[in-house]
């Protein structure tokens, strides 16, 4: 058997608008929610859907419904499924409906898509908690395996997941930690008896989420013949080819017009037409082979940028300082048993925001000027820090 794991990050954040100095003590509304502001996180949100989810998700379910082989997995933020549930319910209808026919798995994760788990322990697993209950809440499943913001993992998290008894976890298949081993096979974290750890296949990977429409790219147009070619190619070192895009790859970073939507309605059935050929879930790829090997990580390996670490939240003096500052509030915080304080809080400490302070240049510096929605990193800073100096405000007082 060969098998495509096609797992797709549905996620969108909070975005903070342009919060003056002059608005700390005088308005706690940090979050525009309407057509006015630039970075209305109602006027994203209703572009992304028009763009992206709902022609995907209307799409990925007409093809289940054709071809019960073909399934896929998700990951979903507590804050996209927030702003859905307020201004796309058919989104999330579309998704349950994918589940309850069961080719559909959602997967775990932190609710507010945060860098806790290197921050705070506590509220790491208090953010699983509560993105668990949340997917059970809407979709009558609890999720099996476990993935975490930006793909970060490091040996002490596989321990971590398998102590929560999850069966499997996500990471990236970066040729310095694989080095000779393929990322087409299932391996088992180091130091893991039962976790299964299943690696992205970036190459494959990226020529989808990246390079479909680069007319530079020598391989430009990228043709399911073609693609399938290199997919039978890349079997021969294992049979288990993991596909891990975030969802909004189809139709908002490859837009409609470059024919992504085409590609991937021609590619699944090109690929069930041959009998050995599945698509599966991620638990069920997890249990495709007993593991080939152990991998071990002790440094953090993310998805994200040239150097796959956690540079692109991290790597200068205002995201540490951010960073630092926010999760330094937690007790206090959570002490006043304040429920739109804490709220307000934790949509701050999503990955984001550190993101769009980044100050990298070159090639990672375009990705990352395109998606933020401040003007440069050093306003994104400024507005961040003046909110926390509200929220302190609203501490004390």
Not at 323 to 336: A, F, G, H, V
Request: with cysteine.
């Amino acid at each position: 058997m060969r098998a495509i794991c096609l797992y797709l990050h549905i996620h969108q954040p909070i975005r903070y608008r342009e919060y003056s100095i002059f608005d700390v003590g005088n308005n706690s509304n940090y979050y525009v929610d309407n057509f006015n502001g630039r970075q209305s996180n109602e006027r994203i949100f209703k572009k992304v859907a028009e763009k992206s989810y709902y022609p995907m998700l209307s799409l990925l379910l007409d093809n289940m419904k054709k071809y019960p082989e073909f399934k896929v997995s998700f990951s979903i933020t507590g804050t996209w499924l927030e702003q859905a549930e307020k201004w796309g319910p058919e989104l999330i209808e579309l998704i349950r409906k994918m589940v309850e026919m069961g080719q559909c798995e959602i997967v775990g994760e932190t609710y507010y898509h945060s860098l806790a788990y290197f921050y705070n322990l506590d509220e790491f697993n208090d953010q699983v908690k509560m993105h668990a209950e949340t997917i059970e809440r809407f979709f009558g499943v609890k999720p099996k395996a476990f993935r975490n913001t930006e793909f970060a993992y490091n040996d002490s998290l596989a321990r971590w997941a398998e102590s929560q008894g999850y069966n499997a976890i996500l990471a990236e298949g970066w040729d310095r930690i694989l080095e000779w081993r393929s990322p087409n096979h299932v391996y088992r974290p180091i130091g893991c008896q039962k976790l299964k750890l299943l690696l992205k296949n970036y190459r494959l990977s990226d020529d989808i989420a990246f390079r479909f429409s680069n007319r530079g790219w020598s391989e430009w147009p990228l043709t399911v013949p073609k693609y399938q070619d290199w997919l039978n190619n890349d079997c021969l070192r294992g049979n288990l080819i993991n596909l891990f895009m975030d969802f909004e790859t189809f139709g908002e970073h490859q837009w409609r017009d470059t024919g992504i939507f085409d590609f991937v309605s021609t590619l699944i059935p090109s690929w069930l037409s041959e009998y050995e050929n599945k698509f599966v879930t991620v638990s069920e790829a997890a249990e495709i082979e007993p593991p080939v090997g152990e991998i071990s990580m002790p440094d953090t390996v993310t998805w994200a940028d040239t150097e796959r670490d956690l540079s692109a939240w991290l790597s200068n003096s205002m995201q540490c300082a951010a960073m630092d500052q926010i999760y330094s509030l937690r007790n206090s915080i959570l002490n006043t048993h304040d429920g739109k304080l804490i709220a307000d809080w934790r949509y701050l400490t999503t990955s984001d925001h550190p993101y769009s302070m980044c100050t990298k240049y070159w090639n990672d510096g375009d990705v990352h000027a395109y998606f933020s929605a401040y003007a440069s990193p050093y306003e994104s800073f400024m507005y961040y820090m003046n909110i926390l100096r509200d929220i302190e405000y609203r501490l004390k007082k």
